[in-house]
């Protein structure tokens, strides 16, 4: 069993900045891959930015240039530096990981999700 347990959401006007955390917790041998991904209300789930164990990350086109994502692997935490935020970067952020436990089983987690609201 792997938990992600996301924080740092909340509400920002359109220009500011937030960091978003995730933290894995459980059974883990290995994470290969975490990322984030967003669903505002009435769309469906997109990925924002996905980073591997080995640092190579990739980024949606909307968020290329404003947003960085970045990972911890001795404490399995990944973060989302969001800067320039605009209104359309509203919505709920979730957390995503892909690993194996423990016991060799692979695992594909998400959080509970962080509401980010960006708005004057």
């Known amino acids: 069993q792997v938990q992600l347990v996301e924080s740092g959401g909340g509400l920002v006007q359109p220009g500011g900045s937030l960091r978003l955390s995730c933290a894995a917790s459980g059974s883990i041998f290995s994470i290969n891959r975490m990322g984030w991904y967003r669903q505002a209300p009435g769309k469906q789930r997109e990925l924002v930015a996905t980073i591997t164990s080995g640092g190579s990350t990739d980024y949606a086109d909307s968020v290329k240039g404003r947003f960085t994502i970045s990972r911890d692997n001795a404490k399995n935490t990944v973060y989302l530096q969001m800067n320039g935020l605009k209104p359309e970067d509203t919505a709920v952020y979730y957390c995503?990981?892909?690993?194996?436990?423990?016991?060799?089983?692979?695992?594909?987690?998400w959080g509970q999700g962080t509401q980010v609201t960006v708005s004057s």
């Open positions: 995503h990981g892909l690993g194996l436990g423990v016991l060799r089983g692979p695992f594909d987690s």
